[in-house]
Structures are given as structure tokens and as C-alpha cells.
């Protein structure tokens, strides 16, 4: 095995602010570093088409300042929605890391100390602020009432978890609502900030700051920060919600969850959705002709398990599971199983990993498989540009079977939308759209009828598209 030289993932070498690459004027978010090539995140990937194997010049910055600079050649390009991995072997000298890493500590020293606004709130809208300080008394009021009322608690047992949980409930009640002002009255607040990237990047840069602390003793808002699998979304942020548990040590800890079920529930929502539309189309055909369904970007599949544990089926169902986690089809599979095992031969599941680039060619994907009588995605797409997005839509509805569902959902825009929360507190970016947007995913395509729904909590769009019989 030839030899590689060891590549660092940024946060083990800048513990505060990792260095920018800038491919030309784009700038992009550094994924690994070595001696001899980087790894980087660009924003746009429809930019990387047809590059593979060219040279480009690129620079490791810290704001205006420059680390380092070079060429390197384009050795791997994935896509991952919107963005783009682009990973570069350099064709210019070579990265000296502990160098590299000491001028960037002394660097950030140097710039905070002479800013005039560091340690200030200069810049960031006074109501967003206000705002913060207001969602952060919130949080430590309940905190503060939560940790008194169980210092003093004299009870022990059954009796005393009885009694944490009815306060517990108590606070729930009165803080949910609370939270949900304070929520959409941000939304409205920051509706000028997404224009202007930079007054964007500070306002979030603040907000990480004063809010994320706070909500971190909440375990699925933590998960969302923290990215333990390595990007947001994953099938156990998706079950916390799915399975809406009391989680955690303290009572606090457990109201605080609460808080970030609340701010997700939408992935809730858009699953019971799409679950009864499965279970409508499933009983209003009964007999002995197997039905095919397949969830492209499936995560845990909670709804297809969820759904099985009826009593009997109206017909057979062959049920194809399809995400780029091993993890995710692993956990969709055995929680499956349990339930087809007990329908005898009446359901089927298979799993199916691909990469993501992968899921992105569904004609390549779906080649092995049947034609299918619902096809339905509930999560990709919110991390799609609208051209990848279109064109997935196309390509998903030319796998669906006469008389079919094409189903896909995707966050939205409004002030109840979860977006600043996401993107502010757990550095979560999806892609927001419209109505319009929805329905422009199936122009030019031969439809019987197209339905765009808002989910409860207004919050995610739900589109469902009928093919031909």
C-alpha cells in the first residue's frame, strides 16, 4: 500500500475559526488538510461539472488575510446536493502544518484584539439581539425553577419521578408557546438578513455565540450542532422526533428536548402524511398483486415500520428502502423485519446503499428495479438546488408506474419555518422553497394531477404528483 500523507480534519488543527478556501472569488468551507492537498466544500456544485482532472489556483484565508496559496489539480468532485466536495492535489510546493497552524493562532489573536467591535454586539440588528437575551432569560428561568424545585424535592422513588414529571409537564405546557413567539418574531426580525451574506454570516456568527450554548443541553438539538455522523439529518435526529420520548438526565435537560421536537416536528408531520397516503393506497386495492413502494433517502423508514404493525395487509407490498447510510438501513431493516416476518410472505423489504451522487442518478439506481406504484422522497430534496432538484424530480417520475404517486417534500418559506433556529443555533442549512417552487420540480411533465399541501405546523411542503394510468 503506497503511502498518503495524514489528513486532518480542520477542527483538530483550528479550534476556533477554521480557514476559508477560495477557489478564484468563490469562497468555500475547508474539509481536510494535508501536505500535499485539501479538501473543500463549494457552495455551488453545478460549477464543478466536467472539471475533473484540471488545474486551478486556490488560497487558505482567515477574513481578508492570507495562509497560504497554490494550485492544485482536481482529483475528486462529489456532490452533495446543492454543494460539491472538491478535493485537490497540490501542484505547487507543499503544506507546512505546524507552520501553517501557529501563523493562523497568531493571526486570530492579532485580529480580535485590534477589532474596535470584538466582544460588541456592533452590527447586529438591536431587536435580533434583544431577541437572544430574551430566549436566553427564558431558558435559564426554567432552568434555575427546575433545579430548585429538584434540590428540595424530599421524595424518593416512584413517588419522586412521579412528581419531576408532573413539574416537568407544568413547565412544558407554559414554555412551548413562550418558545414559539419568541421563534416565528425571529423569523420576522431576520427577514431582511438572508439578502446579504455577510450581514448574514455575522447575525449567525452571534447568534452561536449567545444562543447555541443554551440550547445545547437539549439532546436533539445538540445532535444537530454536534453532527456526530458527520452531517445534519441524520436517522437518530429524524427518531427523536419520530418517537417524541422524554430524553435525558434532568428535568431541565428533558424541557429542553422538548424544545427541539418542537422546533422539528415537522419531520413528524410530513412522515404521517406520506405514511397515510401509503396505508389509503395500500387498502384501496385489495387482493393478491404485490404493490411496490420505494423511499429514496429513507433514513430510519420509521413510516414503513411504523405502518406494518397493522394488524393484516389489503394486498402484498414490496417495500425498497434506498439511503447512503449503512447505519440508517441497518436500523430500517431489523425494525422492519420484526413486522414482514409476522406477515407471512404478504411483505417484503430491501435496502438499498448508494452514495450520494448516487442518489442523485435515478435512472442508474432504479435499472434493477420494477416500476413503482409510489415512489417518495421526504428529506433529499431540502438540500438540492432548484435544477438538481428539477431534474431528480424528472428522472424519480419516470420510475413510477402508470396509475402512480411521485411524493416529495421540502421545507418552506414562511415566518413559521424552521430556518433561522436550524441555521442560526445548529448550523443546519436546508433549502427553503415556495409553492411555485414545488410545482416548477413537475413542469413538462405528463401529469393527471398535481397537489401541493402545507404540512401543520407550516412548516413543509408536501407535493404529490399523479402519473397517467
Known amino acids: 500500500m503506497f503511502f498518503r500523507a495524514e489528513r486532518y480534519r480542520p477542527e483538530e488543527l483550528f479550534k476556533e475559526v477554521v480557514p476559508a478556501v477560495y477557489f478564484g472569488n468563490e469562497k468555500a468551507a475547508l474539509k481536510n488538510i494535508s501536505m500535499t492537498g485539501i479538501a473543500a466544500q463549494s457552495s455551488d456544485a453545478d460549477t464543478w461539472d466536467g472539471r475533473l482532472g484540471s488545474e486551478i489556483p486556490f488560497e487558505l484565508k482567515v477574513g481578508d488575510e492570507k495562509l497560504y496559496h497554490g494550485s492544485g489539480r482536481i482529483r475528486r468532485v462529489e456532490p452533495h446536493g446543492a454543494r460539491a466536495t472538491v478535493a485537490l492535489e497540490f ?46 432569560n427564558l431558558f435559564r428561568s426554567y432552568k434555575q425553577i427546575l433545579e430548585a424545585y429538584e434540590a428540595r424535592l424530599t421524595a424518593t422513588g416512584d413517588e419522586r419521578d412521579a412528581k419531576l414529571l408532573s413539574a416537568l409537564i407544568a413547565c412544558e405546557e407554559r414554555i412551548v408557546p413562550q418558545w414559539k413567539e419568541l421563534w416565528y418574531r425571529g423569523s420576522d426580525i431576520l427577514e431582511p438578513v438572508w439578502a446579504d451574506p455577510a450581514v448574514l454570516a455575522r447575525h449567525k456568527r452571534y447568534a452561536e455565540r449567545v444562543l447555541t450554548p443554551d440550547f445545547m443541553p437539549g439532546a436533539v438539538m445538540r445532535r444537530c450542532y454536534e453532527k456526530p455522523l458527520g452531517y445534519p439529518g441524520d436517522f437518530q435526529i429524524m427518531n427523536y422526533v419520530y418517537e417524541w420520548q422524554r430524553i435525558g438526565n434532568t428535568p431541565y435537560e428533558k424541557l429542553l428536548h422538548r424544545i427541539g421536537i418542537e422546533t422539528g416536528a415537522c419531520v413528524g408531520t410530513r412522515l404521517r402524511m406520506t405514511q397515510k397516503i401509503l396505508g389509503d393506497a395500500i387498502a384501496a386495492n385489495p387482493g393478491d398483486k404485490a404493490m411496490n413502494i420505494a423511499n429514496l433517502g429513507c433514513g430510519s423508514a420509521y413510516e414503513v415500520y411504523d405502518y406494518l404493525r397493522i394488524e393484516r395487509l389489503a394486498r402484498p407490498v414490496n417495500f425498497t428502502l434506498i439511503d447512503q447510510d449503512q447505519r440508517a438501513l441497518s436500523h430500517a431493516y431489523e425494525h422492519g423485519f420484526r413486522e414482514v416476518s409476522r406477515h407471512r410472505g404478504r411483505a417484503k423489504i430491501q435496502c438499498l446503499q448508494a452514495s450520494f451522487a448516487q442518489l442523485l442518478k435515478a435512472g442508474a439506481l432504479f435499472r434493477t428495479l420494477p416500476p413503482q406504484d409510489i415512489l417518495y422522497s421526504l428529506g433529499l430534496f431540502d438540500y438540492l438546488s432548484h435544477r438538481r432538484a428539477k431534474a431528480l424530480a424528472h428522472d424519480l417520475y419516470e420510475q413510477v408506474a402508470p396509475g402512480g404517486k411521485l411524493i416529495i417534500a421540502n421545507v418552506k418559506q414562511g415566518r413559521e419555518t424552521c430556518q433561522w433556529p436550524l441555521e442560526f443555533v445548529t448550523d443546519w442549512s436546508l433549502i427553503y422553497r415556495t409553492e411555485d417552487d414545488m410545482r416548477a420540480m413537475v413542469e413538462g411533465l405528463d401529469v393527471t394531477n398535481v397537489t401541493v399541501t402545507e404540512d401543520a405546523t407550516k412548516c413543509v411542503y408536501l407535493m404529490v404528483a399523479d402519473k397517467p394510468a
Open 91 to 136: 501542484t505547487s510546493g507543499f503544506l507546512d502544518i505546524p507552520a501553517i497552524v501557529t501563523k493562523h493562532d497568531n493571526l486570530l489573536l492579532s485580529r480580535a484584539l485590534a477589532d474596535p467591535t470584538f466582544g460588541t454586539s456592533e452590527g447586529i440588528l438591536p431587536e435580533f439581539a434583544q431577541l437572544c437575551m430574551e430566549i436566553v
